[in-house]
């Protein structure tokens, strides 16, 4: 079943499966947000939201949606793909991301800067975001939230206790982080050799990191 449904995947994105956005004038103007589970993305990007209202677009968040959205012909694949700790096929996160933006613009353009947290994930991510996005959107800078792995592992098994999601355990937690230490770590690697990247120490406390987080947004002027 999990290959059949794979294998329509391209099929269906060349015949108008996915997302279809509007012409905008304006680009969105796009932070990536990366680092591995656990090291606070979410909760960091929350704060940022608060501060200079930007608009968050949480990659594994907008997949759950889709997981749990009745009559949703991927939900299956992406339950299966998330639970065994992998990456969803590029395809199906780079229309729900386009979609989201495309949907905040349309009210104002000018609702334009998005953090797009835990995406790219890997080469085949940046790839597709490439073909897609090329010309569609800017990407200024990644946010690199980087923490250890067991610091990682014991904020997700204690956030497991009450976020009800089925990724939160030590078995997905530990092929989750193989998984970004093999995948996402060269994609980081790959924007700092490009000088786009800020690293941020993110085994501090919430509010340290956050000061830390401002000190780089205010620097570079980077304002709502």
């Known amino acids: 079943m999990l290959y059949r449904l794979l294998s329509c995947v391209t099929r269906k994105a060349t015949a108008s499966a ?13 932070y990536f947000v990366l680092g591995g589970p656990g090291a606070g993305k979410g909760t960091q990007c929350a704060m940022i939201v608060e501060k200079y209202g930007y ?4 990659a594994g968040d907008l997949l759950r949606a889709e997981r749990g959205r009745p009559g949703s012909e991927f939900g299956e694949l992406i339950e ?10 590029v395809e199906i996160t780079i229309s729900l ?6 949907e905040t613009m349309k009210s104002n353009e000018e609702n334009n800067k998005f953090l797009i947290d835990g995406f790219p994930r890997n080469e085949d991510n940046l790839q597709g975001w490439n073909r897609t996005m090329d010309g569609k959107a800017d990407v200024k800078f990644v946010l690199f939230f980087d923490c250890c792995n067991e610091v990682c592992i014991d904020r997700c098994l ?3 206790k009450s976020s009800g999601r089925s990724d939160d355990n030590r078995e997905s937690l530990l092929k989750r982080i193989q998984t970004y230490v093999q995948s ?3 994609i980081i690697e790959l924007y ?7 690293t941020i120490d993110a085994s501090k406390t919430v509010d340290k990191v ?4 401002q000190k780089i947004f205010d620097k570079e002027g980077y304002k709502a």
Do not use: C, W
């Open 210 to 213: 956050f000061a830390d987080v």
């Open 55 to 58: 608009t968050h677009l949480s």
């Open 18 to 30: 996915f997302y279809r956005p509007p012409v905008l004038i304006m680009k969105p103007q796009v």
């Open 158 to 160: 204690e956030r497991g």
């Open 97 to 102: 991301l386009q979609r989201a933006m495309e």
């Open 80 to 89: 299966n793909y998330i639970r065994d700790g992998k990456i969803v096929p």
């Open 184 to 186: 996402t770590k060269p």
């Open 192 to 198: 700092e050799k490009q000088g786009k990247v800020h």
